[in-house]
């Protein structure tokens, strides 16, 4: 298995990270470079995320012995080891990550797999040039399952979820890139209000902009989020404070979808994965709100051929034990010239 370092964002358009003032971010852990690895067998788990729509991704999938596969998110590596089950010794799988801390798991849980494994902390922006370095021609198979892992909403100092307290960081590569805190330092009550609205599809986009700037101008701005989502429940009316989520859960979902520039990058990864797909290949995504479905769904319409017209959704059975997965939209697509009806947008039914 091999690590490369980081050099997403290195020379681009990111703004760097200034630590806010008396903001306690936990230190960004140093990159580890080879490490020993306990074989995944001698850990009991459980493993800190459960894969959503397992059994869908492998069969849509169609894996085969010798491919080489991508998972472009590889996370704790939930799909990816059952993914590499399928290569045998001289199948490859590159799995690639923002986050240093979900490779380490990924690590740990595939030191086992008989393919050749590569763990690379690259964003999938950098797909075809990660696939490059590794001496790969095009991957067979790409796998997207997009938006945060349970590993990282779990962890305090990661400041993504308002159910524990954190610093207002929300970065999925802690090591570089703009805090939320930082961006509510910088941002204007109309950008605010805009992302809000927009990234968050929050009714009271407004007010809780015109509350922020207010306690901005008193020096008060929200350091954590416990704060931060105390702001959110005050700015909204009553009512809306006793809704079935928290008020605060499209706020968070905003800050993060622009702390991350996600949507940017997902259009950009989608392309770099069409790119990178081998004529016979197949694109799987799995998206976790309409922002990201819609982006998907356009892109596979415009320039791939997609497996079916309608993706497809958890079972109730799965939602029962992983509600993560109740939001969740899988969609598969191939290239266009592999298509034996290069008109057909949609094969009706699983190839
Ligand atoms: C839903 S989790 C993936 C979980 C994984 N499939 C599993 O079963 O364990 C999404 C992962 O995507 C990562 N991620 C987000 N944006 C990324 C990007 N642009 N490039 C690579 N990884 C990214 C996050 O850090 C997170 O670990």
Redesign the pocket.
């Known amino acids: 298995m091999t690590w490369k370092r980081s050099s997403v964002g290195e020379g681009s358009n990111e703004l760097t990270l200034r630590q806010p003032e008396g903001l306690v971010a936990p230190p960004a852990r140093p990159f580890q470079g080879f490490r020993a690895v306990t074989p995944s067998s001698k850990r009991p788990g459980p493993?800190p995320?459960?894969?959503?729509l397992l059994q869908e991704v492998i069969e849509d999938l169609a894996l085969e012995a010798g491919l080489t596969v991508v998972?472009?998110?590889?996370?704790?590596?939930?799909?990816?080891i059952e993914i590499a089950k399928s290569l045998g010794p001289t199948g490859t799988l590159v799995g690639?990550?923002?986050?240093k801390e979900?490779l380490q798991v990924?690590e740990e849980r595939l030191a086992d797999a008989s393919c050749r494994v590569e763990l690379v902390h690259?964003?999938?922006?950098s797909l075809a040039s990660v696939l490059a370095d590794l001496g790969l021609g095009r991957a067979d198979r790409i796998?997207m399952?997009?938006?945060?892992?349970s590993?990282?909403l779990d962890s305090p100092g990661r400041g993504m979820s308002f159910r524990f307290e954190g610093p207002l960081d929300m970065r999925?590569?802690p090591t570089q890139g703009t805090t939320a805190m930082e961006l509510l330092r910088r941002a204007t009550e109309q950008e605010l209000s805009t992302w809000f609205s927009e990234y968050g599809e929050e009714r009271y986009s407004r007010r809780i902009a015109r509350s922020l700037v207010e306690v901005r101008r008193g020096g008060m701005l929200p350091r954590t989020t416990g704060e931060l989502a105390d702001l959110v429940a005050r700015a909204v009316p009553p009512a809306a404070r006793r809704a079935r989520i928290h008020p605060a859960t499209r706020v968070f979902q905003a800050l993060r979808i622009v702390v991350?520039r996600?949507l940017e990058?997902l259009e950009g990864?989608l392309e770099q994965a069409a790119q990178a797909l081998a004529p016979e290949g197949r694109l799987a995504v799995?998206s976790f709100h309409s922002l990201e479905d819609r982006r998907v769904k356009v892109f596979m319409r415009d320039h791939m051929n997609p497996l079916r017209k309608k993706p497809l959704f958890a079972s109730e059975e799965e939602i029962h034990v992983n509600p993560r997965s109740r939001s969740a939209k899988f969609r598969v697509a191939v290239p266009r010239a592999a298509s034996s009806d290069p008109k057909s947008n949609d094969a009706g039914s699983r190839l």
Do not use: C, K
């Open positions: 493993w995320h459960q894969p959503v998972d472009a998110t590889v996370g704790a590596g939930g799909h990816a690639l990550d923002r986050d979900a990924a690259e964003s999938y922006l796998l399952d997009l938006g945060v892992s590993m990282q999925f590569d991350n996600e990058t990864g799995i």
